[in-house]
């Protein structure tokens, strides 16, 4: 199992900048990427961005040129966000994708943390 804690959600004034940690904890080895996703009231969870374990990023279109995600080890996941705008507004969660064998049979595993609030606001 891989446990995820995240970090560093607050409340923000518009146009600032705000930075996500997320500490991976447990079988570590076996995660094979980490992304963040956000989820405002009433609404599907939604990818912010990912990474994969070879350093390829993938970002919503949404974020594209304002946040930032990266990996500093295996156990610390980042999303540098700037110019934060109101529609930013979310609870953010880390995600991470774990892949086990026990040959013939691979197992894929999908871990969340329990998020951390960003409220942009003036």
């Known amino acids: 199992q891989v446990q995820l804690v995240e970090s560093g959600g607050d409340l923000v004034q518009p146009g600032g900048s705000l930075r996500l940690s997320c500490t991976a904890s447990?079988?570590?080895?076996?995660?094979?990427?980490m992304g963040w996703y956000r989820q405002t009231p009433g609404n599907q969870r939604e990818l912010v961005a990912e990474?994969?374990?070879?350093?390829?990023t993938n970002y919503a279109d949404f974020v594209k040129g304002r946040f930032t995600i990266s990996r500093d080890n295996i156990k610390k996941l980042y999303l540098q966000m700037t110019s934060l705008e109101p529609r930013d507004t979310a609870k953010y969660y880390c995600?991470?994708?774990?892949?086990?064998?026990?040959?013939?049979?691979?197992?894929?595993?999908?871990?969340w943390g329990q998020g951390t609030q960003v409220t942009v606001s003036s």
């Open positions: 447990g079988s570590i080895f076996s995660i094979t990427s």
């Open positions: 995600n991470a994708r774990s892949k086990e064998v026990v040959a013939p049979t691979v197992y894929e595993y999908t871990h």
């Open positions: 990474i994969s374990s070879g350093g390829t």
